[in-house]
T-cell receptor, first 110, second 115 residues
Framework: GQSLEQPSEVTAVEGAIVQINCTYQTSGFYGLSWYQQHDGGAPTFLSYNALDGLEETGRFSSFLSRSDSYGYLLLQELQMKDSASYFCAVSHTGGFKTIFGAGTRLFVKA | KAGVTQTPRYLIKTRGQQVTLSCSPISGHRSVSWYQQTPGQGLQFLFEYFSETQRNKGNFPGRFSGRQFSNSRSEMNVSTLELGDSALYLC??????????????FGEGSRLTVL
């Protein structure tokens, strides 16, 4: 089967750095994505890793280690607007589906 | 470029009824996926369609079905509604839906309440 694990909640201070981890178990792994969802809003794409290493997009970075079945999302210079839920998601080869984790609720405090 | 449009946005049904939800993908996107979102459960994969063909299906009972039309618009249907079907149903589109693109574009969802 397929499963993804990520922390349910993370709290950080404005201006700080936070890391949200994601471990996965799946067959036919192709890539790991991250999505952000604000309350009442639609999930929006943040980043995608198909190869090992770090991908940087502005204040957000995402890392993947295929050998460890592990990835993380790094958010720097946290802002209040970053308070949201963050989902890791696995894309499958030939499966035509993307499986999501349960999400991590990030609270940014002043 | 218009985003993914889902209708209706909100609906209330009673147990035993059936419901049909609609999704219009971004123009040019041929893959449409459906997800059920409930608090604490993340997004549960329902099914994916591409060029009117269902290519994959999640672990949901047969009461959940879908289809895609030639213009890539998609509908999903839930028959014999149960209280546990209350959820936000999200539709996502992508260019081809093949593994490797990573990016899904989501609609705002249809929030279904079953009484």
């Amino acid at each position: 089967g397929q499963s993804l694990e990520q922390p349910s909640e993370v709290t950080a201070v404005e201006g700080a750095i936070v890391q949200i981890n994601c471990t996965y178990q799946t067959s036919g792994f192709y890539g790991l994505s991250w999505y952000q969802q604000h309350d009442g809003g639609a999930p929006t794409f943040l980043s995608y890793n198909a190869l090992d290493g770090l991908e940087e997009t502005g204040r957000f970075s995402s890392f993947l280690s295929r050998s460890d079945s592990y990835g993380y999302l790094l958010l720097q210079e946290l802002q209040m607007k970053d308070s949201a839920s963050y989902f890791c998601a696995v894309s499958h080869t030939g499966g035509f589906k993307t499986i999501f984790g349960a999400g991590t609720r990030l609270f940014v405090k002043a | 470029k218009a985003g993914v449009t889902q209708t209706p946005r909100y609906l209330i049904k009673t147990r035993g009824q059936q419901v049909t939800l609609s999704c219009s993908p971004i123009s040019g996107h041929r893959s449409v996926s459906w997800y059920q979102q409930t608090p604490g459960q993340g997004l549960q994969f329902l099914f994916e369609y591409f060029s009117e063909t269902q290519r994959n299906k999640g672990n949901f009972p047969g009461r959940f079905s879908g289809r895609q039309f030639s213009n890539s618009r998609s509908e999903m249907n839930v028959s014999t509604l149960e209280l546990g079907d209350s959820a936000l149903y999200l539709c996502a589109s992508s260019l081809e839906g093949l593994a490797g693109t990573g990016e899904l574009f989501f609609g705002e969802g249809s929030r279904l309440t079953v009484l």
